[in-house]
Structure formats: structure tokens, C-alpha cells
């Protein structure tokens, strides 16, 4: 079985919203549509001193570095969905900063077959809006995760922590890191 | 009967993604992923001259000025969704210009109810990711619309023809006139 | 005489960067660099509540709301004048977040002759990199300005405020506003 | 003497606009207004497949490979000093598409000072914005440059191209590439 991201939603069909077996059924007939938010420290000036990494356990027993990731629901706002991701994964006091305007960084279209555009998820088709949030409290590993780190846009970009991140994730960052001015 | 602005799914789920009762269905589950396109003229500097509106008769007996409008399918990706709207809605010879960045200038969010955002579709909650197209051919209004017309940055925010707009369309186009630098 | 903006120039070249005769020799031979800071309230979703802005006494004796707009100085970052303008403009308990991307959401080109671009500015040309900023402190108005007060959206582009503002700066907010998606 | 990357400022000086040494005058009193253009080519469809390089001789004797980028002068607008310097750079058959809007991909702020942000510019301190412009006619090596060419994404952001840029000029194309999504 393949490495899969975000776990969680099983999490959220148990809310009522739709049975596992009825998020199968729909996740083969049309895109989900999903929020890729990139946590970062900025500074005073708002420059991107740091990025933010979850490590999760993967089902094939993978451990990997991600991004806040998540999917929108049926009558939810796009913001609504940010928060409701980043304060799930990061915790209530991450006090993430959530953009003014809806115009993402990029669009990200992830398909179950790896090559369509290298970016991949092997349980649908999912239309990702990539969002970079600033957080500026205090971050902590939730349930979903193992763990919550800060690296710098040099560590993003390196080989080591490319190597840790599944899905396409690591062009995900390096999108964001040129859309903030700082890929190294 | 309200006025919906995207009649064409119902020919999409004839080539067989979709019967009209599993669209309907999941259109209760999740929302929509949806592409509009703002078509315009540029001069050779790149300016917006004039916008493109379809006319489009309504279930409703009404008529209404419209953007290109549609969904996006499962395996779908949306630079392929935009071009197959295009085309559909402004025949073969329009050569449409798809944008070389995937960034949308915004992302529209309707809703059933029409107070949730003030962007509305009766039918579904959609995500509509939004895009400037210029047309360098020559359009023609298809089989779908009644009409396809060029209009100026000043006739397109007029009362008159926003007054001819429903679902928010007017909003998209006057915020389509801001990202180009031409709201008057 | 016509209403100027930005005296502030004035200070700036007090400080040694430039007397008053060479940054007038000067802005008659390339164009300046200026940030155009539309400051703003949002929610903890990030929606823009409300826009700010500043009252201030103009040479020809009439009183226009305007932006925060003012120059780039040699040597400076973009992030530093914009953090030197709104401080300078709206105190130093203002708080501003500056954005985390240095890509503005338009760029806005001012022309002695007010017909070329409808962006007027008697004294020069001047090329202006938009950006929206939340405030989350508390502005309050600098010696350079009578007042800065708070607008909702829907006030901010009343046909009241548009007639109390000059040099285009309506168009700006507007532009603002559509990139916020809160565009009424 | 370091290598620079638009000698043809001195041809434009010769236009009349400014003497060599009035130029020389103001570049130390306040930042420059530039425009680097990224130019590609996309399929109909609106992806980047390619990106074009120029090859210049620089003053120091070096090869280096660089940006279309050039200075917008008094008067001028961005869109008329985009034009310009891809027409020079390109030739007159190259039909530069150029974006319906302002709003750059980026802004890239060169300082003689090379550790002051990484882009290094020895002659002054300039505010470049980043555009990508699809290239859709026969673009030639101008008398200013030995040569241009197109290469892969993938080629663009290896370390023997990169190897081949000064002043900063890779980072811009990587940026432009993730802009774009197809940053490898």
C-alpha cells in the first residue's frame, strides 16, 4: 500500500459529513478540491526565516516530512478550511496569520497515476490551493503527527530533507519559497 | 426555477464520466472544482481592450451576460478543463491564450445560499479557480449561448450590464478589470 | 498648484539623503521607486474587514484621504520603506504584517500628465508596488496627516470617499479590494 | 571590472534621455526602475516547454548567459520598456506575448553591495520586475548578444546552466519556473 499523506480525513467523515464508503465512492467520479498550506516564521519585515515540517507515519510504516494539507468540505469556505487544517495539525496555539487575499501561490494538481504531473496521490484526483500562512505562536505536534519542525530555507531545499518528503511536497515548499523571494 | 449559468454538464455527463443522478449526488457531498475564464482583447503591450460576455438564455426565461464557466473533471487537468470550455463556448477559431502561470487571479466560492459569499449557483458548492484569457481568433457564440460579444473595461462594470449578470459574475469580471489594471 | 500626496519627501531628504535641488533634478530624469500601502483590518480568517485611511491637508489647501505611499531610498529594501512609511504615517503602535511574498498585487504607474495613465502625480513619474498590510496594533495619525480613520469595503468605494481622494488612489483601493476578494 | 549584464543603457543614453554621466549621477542617488523578462515558450495549452537565454560577452571578458532585462526610462511605461527591450534583445520577429497584467511574478532588488539580498549589480542599486513572456515568433541574437537559445526546465535550473549566470539571474529563472509550475 502506498503512502498517503492526510489520514485525517477518515477522521472528518466520522463528523457526518460523508461515510469512508461514500468518500471513495465520490473520490472516483470528480477532483476533491484541498488546501496546501506552507507554515512559516517571517520577521519583522515579514521575511521567510523558516519553514515548517510535520513528520508523520506513513501506512507503509514510512516516516515523512509534509506540508498542512487538507481537504475542503462541502460548505466550507476555503479559509474556514485553512484554519480548521492548521489548527488541527499545529495546534490552538499555532496562531497561524491566514493571507488577505484568496490568490493562492499556485495551484497544485495531484492525480493517482505518479506521472501526470509528478505530483501524486495515490487515492484521487485533488486540486490543491498552495497558501504560505506565517504562525506566530506556538506550534505542536497534534495526534496525526509525530512531530512539528522549523527549518531553514536552505535545510527546505537540501537533498536530506527532499529525500523525506513523498507526494511532490518538496516542490510544493520550493514553490513557496520562490513566491516568498527566498529560494535559496 | 432559478437561473444556473453552466447548462453544458449535462452534455459532459453524456460522454459517460457522470449520469446526471451521480453528479447530482455528489454535488451534495463535496464541492465543485470550476474554471473562469474571462475572455479579453490585449493590443500588442498586453492591455485589456475589451472583455468577452456570453448571452445565454436561462432555464428561468431569463437572459443573462455570462463568463466562460465549467467544470472540471475527474482526471482532468485544469489547464485542459479551460481549454475545452473555451473552446466549447467560443467555437474552434478562437485561439484562446491559456495563462503560462497556474496562479488564478482569485478563487470564486458559490454557494447554494446567496448570502454565504454573494457568488451563487442554486445547483452546487463550487470552487471556481479564476483566469484572464486572451482570444486572438475569432469567436463565435456555440450552440450553448444565444450571443458572444466584445465590451469595454467602462461597459463591462456599466449598471447596464451588470444588471444583466447574475451569480456574482459582474464582481469576477470588475475583479478580473483590477488584476489587469483597468477597473475604470 | 496641484495636491500632492506625499510631502513627506520633503523630511526624507532632511536626513542627508538628497537636498530638495537634487531630488528634483532627479525625478526629472528616471522614475521613482514608491510602495503603495493599502492598510487594512481582517478578521482571524484573513478577510479584510476594513480599509484605512489617512486624511491629509494638500499645498493647494484641499484635504484628500490617500494611502500610505512613499519613496524607496537608495540602499533601502522594498520591506524597509514600507516599514519606514507606515510607521512613520501611522505610529509606532501600528503593528503592521508586512506580506510574506514580495510580489505586489499590482504595480501602479503615476504620470505628470494626468491623462497618460489616470495615475497623476504633478512632480514626477513614479512606478508604485501595491501591497495590502494588515494592521493589528493601534494607528493613529503622524504629524504629516490631519487624521487616519477606518472604512468598511463598502464605504471604501462610495461615491463619497472616491470623491475625497485624488491621484487615483481610489482606483488603488478598488484594486485592493478586488484582490481581497471583498470587492462589493 | 565586474561583469554587468545591460550595456545597452549606453545606447539609450545616446537616444538623449541622459548623458553618460548624468546617468552615472543618479544611479547613486536612488534605485533604478527595471524589467527582467523571463521568455518562454508554451504549447497551446499555455505550459512552459522552454526557456530562452541570452549569451553575452561581459565587460570583464566573462560569457555569461542572462535574463532580457533592461532599464524603464522617464516617460516610459512598463509595458513600453518590456516591449523595448525585447524587441532589442529578440529582434523583430519575435513576438513577445505579453501578460495582461501588471503584477509581476516577482520584484528582484539588485544592490552593488552582492551580499545585500544575493542580486548583485556593481553599476547601482535597482527594483526589477519579474515578468514571464512567452515568445510565439523567431527570436534572434541581437547585436548586443553572441547568442540565445532555448533550453529545458530542467536544463535551466541544472548547476552547468546556473554556473553560466551572474548577478543573481538563476534564482530569477527558478523563481519564474515555479511561477510558472514547472520548477523541476
Known sequence: MEPTIDLPDAVETATGWLT????????ERVPMVYVDAVPVRVDHLGRVTKVGLLLRAMPDGTISRALVSGRVLWGETIREALWRHLTKDL???ADPHLPSSPQPFTVVEYFPDPKRTGYHDPRQHKVALGFIVPIE???AASADS???GWVTPEEAVSEVVKSEMTAGHDRVVRMALGH????P
Request: net charge negative; charged share 25%; glycine share 14%.
Open 137 to 139: 505562536g506556538q506550534p
Open 180 to 183: 516568498a523571494g527566498v529560494l
Open 91 to 93: 495546534g490552538n496555539d
Open 20 to 27: 469512508e464508503q461514500e468518500l471513495a465512492n465520490v473520490r
Open 146 to 148: 509525530l512531530d512539528f
